[in-house]
């Protein structure tokens, strides 16, 4: 059985169902095992690459392992690509699971589990992995659109710290019948309005629906030619947030050219402050993605009538 330092502060991915699951996960673990309430922080991921991390142990979850993290006394679990193993840290790594799932299994080890558990984090992972074959893919997607649709810290209020109510719980009967009529119409309507930010990456417009399910089912489709579809989101406290997905592993290295991060089809990317409005996005995408070439190089003129090669 695995040890652990108490945290100062556990600290997870703030815009989706696992980082809410895995950070309220580890919470509980930390209460179990130290009988006290750590904070509990949630960050997007620009936002979180400029916090100053200061706490001398902390407990990181499904936020991607870097070289400020290689800290002793940090816990980071996660589940995105990495570029160095850890010296410090202790990294709990598995591409192939979510977060989720991989707090969940050391929650397990100290005798934290419960059906109700179970279920939700299995769901948890089917959906943050995209596990379109599976037969819960469907449900999976309406808890993380709960997620997103009523936001972490309203979530983290509705359910009083108990995660388990999560489960079944009556405002997925909202996601569901809001899938059932809008997708169909934010499929079609999203369909006509795909437009170029690169020779790569297309902008599709949503006006209503799943974004997430309309992009998987233009990319599945090939309804476009592009490998790498975006969409963004306005956001009155982050700015705009933009979304990427792809089915070849190409969306995360134009998420990390936009200084965001994530999955190899599956990233995104909050753009700079000054950008605050969708058709600013647009503009300012086409020419991240799209540098002006540089300059042939200018041989002196002095040195031309001297006869001189630079």
Known sequence: METFSRPDVILTHESDLDGFVSGHLLKDLARHLFGLEVRLEA?????????????????????AFDARLDRADWLVVDHHPYDAPPKSARLVHDAA???????????????LRSPELDRLVALTDIGDLFRESDPDFQVAQDYASLAKTYSFWNLDRLLDGRLERLLDHPLLKV?????????????EWSR?????????????????????????????????????????????????????????????????????GGHPNAAGATLPRSVQTLPDAVTYLRQVLNPAPAAPARSSPRAGALGLEL
């Open 43 to 63: 960050w997007n991921t620009q936002a979180w690459r400029q916090r100053p991390l200061k706490e001398r142990a902390a407990w990181v979850s499904d936020l």
């Open 192 to 260: 006509s309005r795909i437009h170029a930010l690169s020779a790569e990456v297309g902008y599709v417009e949503i006006a209503v629906g799943n974004s997430n399910l309309i992009v998987n089912e233009l990319l599945k489709t090939a309804a476009t030619p592009y490998p790498v579809l975006l969409t963004l989101i306005k956001r009155s406290a982050s700015g705009v947030v933009a979304s990427l997905r792809s089915r070849e592993g190409r969306a995360l290295p134009i998420a990390l050219r936009l200084q965001g």
């Open 175 to 187: 996601v569901r019948v809001r899938r059932e009529v809008e997708d169909p119409i934010g499929l």
């Open 97 to 111: 699971k979510s977060a989720s799932l991989l707090c969940y299994e050391l929650c397990q080890q100290h005798g």
